[in-house]
């Protein structure tokens, strides 16, 4: 039995990615927690595929878990607190 919250709905505006889970939840996030898509053309942004445990955009090589998502997690391939240049 699969327990894990699934996608059944991606949608963008003009400043965020909404994803509707099987359960009736919406969820929205800042495009600013995604650069790729963020930076990306609405075309780009609509090439996306939903798995069982998230949405993936092959072309921008950009996964995002539903499991993330719910965490409040944003982009985890660059550090949340950039490290201060060397002096």
Known sequence: MNS???????????????????????????????PRLLRARPEERMAFEISPRGVHWDKLDEDISI???LAGLGDQTRPA??????A
């Open 4 to 34: 894990s919250p699934e996608a059944v709905a991606v949608r963008f505006d003009d400043d965020s990615l909404w994803v509707t889970l099987r359960d009736g939840r919406v969820l929205g996030v800042p495009l600013a927690w995604f």
């Open 81 to 86: 607190h950039p490290l201060p240049d060397a």
């Open 67 to 69: 499991a993330g998502l």
